[in-house]
């Protein structure tokens, strides 16, 4: 049974930091590509990064490009999101999604992941 479980939300000043966290198990984790979206009250999903399974190249939304950094270690099955220059509108419930044979130009569409974790919510606000 694949889990995603993720950590490292909460509340943050504009222009702070966070780095979030997603812990997989029940999959062999280097073999996966592995994305962040988050979820806006009243918004549709929206793709934040990935981070492919082989050679790890990145790929990030729009709205978080040039702020935003996504990573992982396969040694700890964890995938990470640093965020910086936070500001209201990135406001929203983050989730870590998992997928193993997604192709490049899907990335961005939440309906191509297979696996999601519970998510977990930033607020940027003073």
């Known amino acids: 049974q694949v889990q995603l479980v993720e950590s490292g939300g909460g509340l943050v000043q504009p222009g702070g930091s966070l780095r979030l966290s997603c812990v997989a198990s029940g999959l062999t984790f280097r073999m996966y590509t592995m994305a962040w979206f988050r979820q806006a009250p009243g918004k549709e999903r929206e793709f934040v990064a990935a981070?492919?399974?082989?050679?790890?190249?990145?790929h990030y939304g729009t709205s978080v490009k040039g702020r935003s950094s996504i990573s992982r270690d396969n040694s700890k099955n964890t995938v990470y999101l640093q965020m910086n220059g936070l500001r209201p509108e990135d406001t929203a419930a983050y989730f870590c999604?998992?997928?193993?044979?997604?192709?490049?130009?899907?990335?961005?569409?939440?309906?191509?992941?297979?696996?999601w974790g519970q998510g977990t919510q930033v607020t940027v606000s003073s």
């Open positions: 981070i492919r399974a082989n050679g790890g190249s990145t």
């Open positions: 999604a998992a997928d193993r044979g997604i192709i490049l130009s899907s990335l961005p569409n939440p309906n191509q992941y297979d696996h």
